[in-house]
């Protein structure tokens, strides 16, 4: 059975960072494409960055220079840091199995997300 549970979701005052974390199950993240998906209040779902089955990293250009996409394989885990934090990053953020270890042909699994406020 495929699971991904993100965590380490919080409130965090503009410029602080989170890392968030997606444990997998049901599946090994390393052999396909796993995304960072996030959906602002009242808005559309909006990419963030993802990992391939070749370890290749790739960005969204509202993050690019502040989040870092990672994998650990032995814990089947993938993490977002996310650095320097902006009001803008508001957002439940999801991590998504894509169907391929290459990017770019949807998304196949998705968690229930992670709240990420950022607010003084």
């Known amino acids: 059975q495929v699971q991904l549970v993100e965590s380490g979701g919080g409130l965090v005052q503009p410029g602080g960072s989170l890392r968030l974390s997606c444990a997998v199950s049901?599946?090994?993240?390393?052999?396909?494409?796993m995304s960072w998906v996030r959906q602002a209040p009242g808005k559309g779902f909006e990419w963030v960055a993802d990992?391939?089955?070749?370890?290749?990293?790739n960005y969204g250009d509202s993050v690019k220079g502040r989040f870092t996409i990672s994998r650990d394989n032995a814990k089947n885990t993938v993490f977002l840091q996310m650095n320097s934090l902006e009001p803008e990053d508001t957002a439940v953020y999801f991590c998504?199995?894509?169907?391929?270890?290459?990017?770019?042909?949807?998304?196949?699994?998705w968690g229930k997300g992670t709240p990420v406020i950022v607010s003084s």
């Open positions: 990992v391939d089955s070749n370890g290749s990293l």
């Open positions: 998504s199995k894509e169907p391929y270890g290459a990017p770019g042909y949807g998304f196949e699994y």
């Open positions: 049901g599946f090994t993240a390393s052999s396909y494409s």
